[in-house]
C-alpha cells in the first residue's frame, strides 16, 4: 500500500505554477511560439495579469485557437497574434517591420524552439535548428532593441 502511495506521489507529474500577481495593465508581452506548451500557458498568464499579449507564431490557425482560448478563460481581450516564422529571415525582418505599429515591447518571452528536425537548411543554407533556436531570436531581439529600451524598464 505504502509502496503504491511513494510511486503515485514520485510519478505525479509535477506542477510549478506561476503565483505572481504583479498586474501588467499598459505593458506589452510578445511570446514566440505562444500558441502550444509552455508558451501558450506564459501567454496565458500575462493575459490574467492584464498586458496586451502577442503570440508570434507560424501556424496562424493553431494561433487563433490559443488566442481564443486565452481570451475565454483570462477574460482579457487584448490577446493577439502576428505571424512569424523564425526559419526564415525575411519573416522576421518583416514581423519586426510590422511590430513597428506597437507602441512599446516591454515583455519578450523567446520561448520559440525545435528539435529532432533532420539536417535541413533554410533558404540562406543555415541550418534551420541553429536558425530557429540562436540565429531567429538573436536577429528578432536585435531588431526589437530600440522599442525594448524605450519601454525601460523592460
Ligand atoms: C533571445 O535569444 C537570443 C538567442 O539566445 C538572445 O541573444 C537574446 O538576448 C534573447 N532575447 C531576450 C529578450 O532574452
Known amino acids: 500500500m505504502l509502496l ?3 510511486c503515485r506521489i514520485y510519478f505525479q507529474p509535477i506542477k510549478e505554477v506561476c503565483n505572481c500577481e504583479t498586474k501588467l495593465h499598459g505593458k506589452v508581452a510578445l511570446v514566440t ?3 502550444s506548451g509552455i508558451g501558450k500557458e506564459t501567454a496565458r498568464d500575462l493575459a490574467r495579469r492584464g498586458a496586451r499579449v502577442i503570440i508570434a507564431s507560424r501556424d496562424n490557425k493553431k494561433s487563433e485557437a490559443a ?3 486565452i481570451i475565454y478563460t483570462t477574460g482579457n481581450a487584448n490577446v493577439l497574434y502576428r505571424h512569424l516564422d523564425l526559419a526564415k529571415v525575411e519573416s522576421i525582418r518583416q514581423f519586426a517591420e ?3 505599429d506597437e507602441d512599446r515591447l ?3 518571452v523567446n520561448n520559440s524552439g525545435v528539435g529532432g528536425l533532420k539536417n535541413k537548411c533554410n533558404e540562406r543554407n543555415i541550418d534551420v535548428i541553429m536558425q530557429i533556436n540562436y540565429f531567429g531570436p538573436v ?3 536585435n531588431l526589437l532593441l530600440d522599442k525594448l529600451k524605450k519601454s525601460a524598464p523592460s
Do not use: S
Request: proline share 0%.
Open 33 to 35: 511560439g505562444g500558441n
Open 139 to 141: 536577429l528578432l531581439t
Open 4 to 6: 503504491i502511495i511513494g
Open 98 to 100: 510590422d511590430f513597428k
Open 106 to 108: 516591454d515583455i519578450l
Open 67 to 69: 488566442v481564443n482560448d
